[in-house]
């Protein structure tokens, strides 16, 4: 399993993936599902990938031959909005899948992918691929993006982010996410590979965030203690206790 | 779909259920998916069900005939254990799922229970009761038991739920885990029915929670409200703020 998320804010764009891939329990490794392509001077792509690895691999090996090859072919670099670097990515990636999806007999060949960053004066974005080949974009309202096992992390996401968080707060929210997940399910855990882009320049900041590091432990026992902290603060809805929860209400909750 | 969970703390037993239920987006309704049974002055049951309506029907309209009419079969009333009624409660249902599942021509016509309450002395307990009849146990290190979409409420679950929690806290985190998953999948929603058991009492407290609740508004108001600000009293992981997050684990951190 895997989960990668990506947000789009006012400030730029937030990448997170973890590292996890097995095979059955008994076949675990660390792959770096997160890459970054920056072909030209003016274009920046982070592309995140969750499903058959052999699949995910093979496609990136396909997009670094076409940008090493130049010539009469499609690549990141001939790009000129992300949509259509997505439907390139989207193209190579369905030629991947039904090269290999027979020959599996039934396993599943299939993979998801998160294409984000910017090409020239384009507003930056994030966008899913789907295994088809085709896309859609994050929205204004849930600016965020997720394949993978996206369900444990998605509350988190959903109360928090919005388009006007700025980055430090977005990449609490993103870790506290990936937490969430990797708790869960043990088929998601770190390394995690976190990358960080200001929009409109070109330059990305990436961070790998280990297992054993003090932040990582240090987040993660803010998290629960303020969780906590949080859920005894909230207002009894005992039915000994609605009368105060009434109270609570009058003193607290805004009109309408 | 649904969500269902029971929780097992040293003052006894929570149960929280939603009550839509859905075949296909176009057919959406309002049933009650938590029952209680009495069934002697000294034992309790409450009943959650998840999965195919027809069956979990079924199974309750036999489960109150068995008690209508006593004779040589079992019933919830001459189960001397919990364990005695969650296998007499897993006969029923497989037998219920054997019956339809073939006319079915591939539905699902399975279900997944929680049993929860007590018997005589013995203790309180929380049991989950598979489509195939056998049964399953919450344990000391994750007090609880759910069914249905489980994923989205799980983090809140794994944090805050321990067995020394108080009624008034399980309750809270129930309702925010019920809160969490509602709001990421509209298959989940209200009204939502809870019941509380405190131990060796055999007296069940049921309260019904409306959608437009004032004080479920109320928690999802305060939740949402104390959820940002948790995130934003986090240490910053943002590289350039590093050093001061290796400060902030100095002075926060335990040691070890």
Redesign the interface.
């Known amino acids: 399993m895997t989960y990668c998320l990506a947000m789009r804010l006012h400030e730029g764009l937030v990448f997170l993936a973890d590292t996890r891939t097995n095979a059955g329990v008994d076949n675990v490794g660390i792959y770096s599902k997160q890459h970054v392509f920056q072909p030209t001077t003016n274009s920046t792509f982070v592309l995140q990938s969750a499903g058959n690895l052999a699949t995910t691999q093979e496609v990136l090996d396909r997009l670094r031959r076409d940008l090493d090859r130049p010539g009469d072919h499609d690549s990141l670099a001939t790009a000129s909005y992300l949509f259509e670097a997505a439907l390139y990515v989207g193209t190579v990636l369905r030629t991947v899948i039904e090269e290999h999806q027979q020959a599996l007999h039934g396993a599943d060949a299939t993979a998801t992918l998160i294409l984000g960053g910017q090409v020239g004066q384009e507003a930056a974005d994030i966008l899913l691929v789907y295994p088809e080949g085709n896309y859609i974009r994050a929205s204004d309202d849930m600016p965020f993006l997720q394949i993978g096992e996206t369900?444990?992390?998605?509350?988190?996401l959903?109360?928090?982010a919005t388009l006007d968080v700025d980055?430090?707060?977005a990449?609490?929210?993103a870790?506290?996410s990936m937490l969430?997940t990797a708790?869960?399910n043990v088929a998601v855990g770190p390394p995690y590979d976190?990358a960080?882009y200001s929009r409109d320049t070109h330059a990305l900041?990436t961070?790998r965030?280990d297992a054993d590091s003090?932040?990582l432990?240090?987040?993660s026992?803010?998290?629960?203690r303020?969780?906590?902290?949080?859920?005894?603060?909230?207002?009894?809805?005992?039915?000994a206790?609605?009368p105060q929860?009434?109270e609570?209400?009058v003193e607290?909750?805004?009109a309408g």
Chains 1, 2 share one sequence.
Do not use: C, H
């Open positions: 369900k444990y992390g998605k509350f988190l959903e109360m928090a980055t430090a707060t990449v609490k929210i870790i506290s969430s708790r869960a976190l960080l900041e961070q965030i003090q932040s432990r240090a987040l026992y803010a998290w629960e303020m969780l906590r902290s949080s859920v005894a603060q909230l207002p009894s809805f005992l039915p206790d609605l929860l009434d609570w209400i607290n909750l805004p």
